[in-house]
């Protein structure tokens, strides 16, 4: 798409951009907090939970050194098309009464098997208060999001004032680190996490199509793909022959949540109803198991497929992330040795 450009390609000249100032103490310093993370840091494996640590949680960024907010003199804006404007203080924004919400957010940019996808517990005020408060004029009809870090993204004023759309303050029980947005960040199910913008500063309602830096880029995606992927075993991995084999991995649909995920060891030839060991609501992903009997030696393609919340299944169309996501079947081959 014209005018779109790379993760790597963008961090590459930011950093190229960087050295050419020179080798002294102000290149040191920007090295010692960089983020190097516009590919993200993933998450695999098969040391997953269902509530990801924050220190494993996955972080993408378009930044070559994120902000550091202090919280004392942040301000929240919101204003645009409302009758009644307001610029929050942190005391403000902490006096408000918060819910829990346990929510997975995944990258757009996740590739199909890949770890830009973690699950917590986030604490926050519903940003329905807010704009319900402030009073949104008629025509109105969507939220336009600025950040600390000039990252900008824009949402429907519908999805603004769903419920389950929050300003979120803490992170497993924890105060947001500065990787993922302190001192406040949006969290929105249903969407991916470019939407759930951190360090967020000002709230725009809006009655145009402004678009925010990754639309102007040419990534859309209104709707998250159903996903699944393969944690264990991995691709390439040798099983012993004649000892019972076990499967797992994780599914997520957005805020549709999960109600089967299917495996097949044949190459996507029959199928088998895996079980989902951990679904709690539509907002989170499903972590699935299988356990196989014994499997004579031999090489074997492990297929996952997932079907949403709303009965549809995984698209089998194979397509990369750009521009609304990835979709596709996970696929890791085993071999069986006596």
């Known amino acids: 798409m014209a005018g779109r450009f790379g993760r790597r390609a963008f961090l590459a000249g930011a950093a190229g951009g960087v050295l050419a100032l020179g080798s002294g103490g102000l290149v040191e310093t920007l090295r010692r907090r960089s983020t190097f993370g516009y590919?993200?840091?993933?998450?695999?494996?098969?040391?997953?939970?269902?509530?990801t640590p924050v220190d494993r949680f996955y972080v993408v960024t378009k930044n070559f050194v994120d902000p550091r907010v202090d919280?004392?003199?942040?301000?929240?804006e919101l204003g645009g098309l409302v009758e009644r404007p307001r610029t929050f203080t942190w005391e403000d924004i902490a006096?408000?009464?918060?819910?829990?919400?346990?929510?997975?957010?995944?990258?757009?940019s996740n590739g199909v098997g890949a770890g830009l996808i973690s699950n917590a517990v986030w604490t926050g005020v519903p940003l329905?208060?807010?704009?319900?408060?402030a009073g949104p004029r008629a025509g109105?009809?969507?939220?336009?999001?600025h950040a600390a870090d000039g990252f900008?993204?824009?949402?429907?004023?519908?999805?603004?004032?769903?419920?389950?759309?929050?300003?979120?303050?803490r992170m497993n029980g924890e105060p947001l680190d500065d990787r993922h947005g302190f001192p406040?960040?949006?969290?929105?199910?249903?969407?991916?996490?470019?939407?759930?913008?951190?360090?967020?500063?000002?709230?725009?309602?809006?009655?145009?199509d402004r678009e925010g830096?990754?639309?102007r880029q040419g990534w859309r995606a209104e709707r998250v793909h159903t996903m699944s992927r393969i944690d264990v075993p991995g691709d390439g991995q040798t099983l012993r022959a004649g000892g019972q084999v076990t499967l797992g991995g994780v599914a997520f649909a957005g805020d549709r949540g999960i109600s089967e995920v299917d495996v097949s060891v044949d190459g996507a030839r029959s199928w088998s109803r895996a079980k989902l060991d951990y679904a709690p609501s539509r907002l989170t992903w499903a972590l699935w198991s299988m356990r196989l009997g014994p499997l004579p030696a031999g090489s074997y393609e492990i297929v996952a497929r997932a079907t949403d919340g709303e009965g549809e299944r995984q698209s089998l169309v194979e397509d990369d992330s750009v521009p609304d996501g990835a979709s596709g079947l996970h696929r890791v081959t085993v071999t069986v040795r006596g």
């Open 128 to 133: 329905r208060r807010l704009l319900e408060a």
């Open 39 to 51: 590919d993200g840091l993933e998450v695999l494996g098969s040391g997953l939970t269902p509530i």
């Open 152 to 169: 900008t993204h824009a949402t429907s004023l519908e999805r603004g004032l769903r419920g389950t759309t929050l300003l979120a303050h």
């Open 140 to 145: 109105a009809t969507r939220v336009f999001l």
């Open 213 to 215: 830096y990754y639309e």
């Open 184 to 208: 406040l960040r949006l969290i929105v199910p249903g969407a991916y996490g470019e939407l759930s913008v951190k360090w967020i500063d000002r709230i725009e309602v809006v009655d145009d």
């Open 71 to 76: 919280r004392d003199r942040w301000r929240l």
């Open 95 to 108: 006096a408000l009464p918060a819910v829990d919400q346990e929510t997975t957010l995944e990258c757009i």
